[in-house]
């Protein structure tokens, strides 16, 4: 039996037709591209909190898009927060949830657009932490929001230009020509939160999930005014019952090559492999 088991195995590592077999089943729980129209958005909110200013919302915009016609867009303003809400999506019997999503946020230094989560339909809403990133944003790591020093060096791609001193921003802002330097893929492991138990209904994940983009400003009258703002394409969150990434598997520490190499293997032959998972297990 242990004899099999092994020819197993080592079928399965030699083989990356073979070892594909293996890849976890991810299903796609929400998916937006905002390439059709707004009203045929997967948005089931989008509002602005200062009531004593004028009605500003998130629109489709076709300037800058990473795929397709169109990307998700709002500017910033005084005094205000500007927020839209993602349709419900169940994550029932998940207990690995992961987001991705391209963005560029030219905004300055001192505001800041943030991502939460809910799991009781909007009824009560988490901040997505440095615990949930797994982008390469150094800035969001510590802080636990995106703005233009969210990616700030300019021997890497993307690079958003920060900071923007004074009123001038000539040459640092993103144009349909330059976007395809700034867009930057964002993931979070929200597995902790909406992948969690749900004791109520003795189930992992929830039945009503939601996510919100907030792109706030508290510091009054934002200047430059020309900032282009927030930029939000292909939001998608995909659930899993096991780890989103299959682990990967390396012949090391062999001081002699023992790899099941050839036509046939002898059953006594050494076979070493270290097998890692995403979370280093």
């Keep these: ?32 591209n905002f390439d059709g129209t707004l009203g045929a958005d997967s948005v089931a909110a989008n509002y602005n909190t200062d009531s004593t200013n004028a009605t500003r919302s998130w629109n489709d915009t076709s300037y800058i898009k990473t795929t397709g016609n169109a990307s998700f867009h709002t500017q910033i303003y005084a005094n205000d927060s500007i927020i839209f809400e993602t349709d419900a999506f169940t994550t029932v019997t998940y207990t690995n949830v992961r987001l991705t999503f391209d963005h560029i946020c030219k905004i300055r230094y ?73 867009w930057a893929r964002e993931i979070f492991d929200l597995s902790s939160y909406l992948g969690d138990y749900d004791n109520a209904n003795s189930q992992y994940g929830y039945a009503n999930c939601k996510l919100r983009f907030i792109m706030s400003n508290k510091t009054g009258t934002p200047s ?28 090391v520490n062999v001081s002699v090559p023992a790899k099941p190499i050839g036509a046939r293997y002898m059953p006594t032959q050494a076979v070493r492999v270290k097998g890692k998972d995403n979370v280093g297990v």
């Excluded at 060096?153 to 330097?181: E, K, M, R």
Aim: hydrophobic share 40%; charged share 10%.
């Design 1 to 32: 039996m242990k004899k099999s088991l092994l020819a197993v195995l080592l079928i399965a590592l030699a083989s990356p037709a073979a070892f594909g077999q293996f890849a976890p089943p991810i299903d796609t729980v929400y998916t937006e």
């Design 224 to 251: 430059p005014a020309s900032l282009q703002g927030w930029f939000v394409d292909n939001i998608m969150v995909e659930g899993a019952p096991c780890e989103l990434e299959p682990p990967t598997m390396d012949w």
């Design 110 to 182: 001192i505001q800041k657009a943030f991502i939460q989560m809910s799991r009781d339909n909007g009824a009560t809403w988490v901040n997505l932490t440095s615990s949930h990133y797994q982008g390469g944003s150094p800035q969001f790591s510590s802080q636990g929001w995106f703005n233009e020093l969210s990616y700030p060096s300019q021997l890497l791609t993307p690079y958003w230009y920060g900071p923007t001193i004074g009123n001038s921003n000539t040459g640092t802002d993103v144009t349909p020509n330059t976007a395809s330097d700034w």
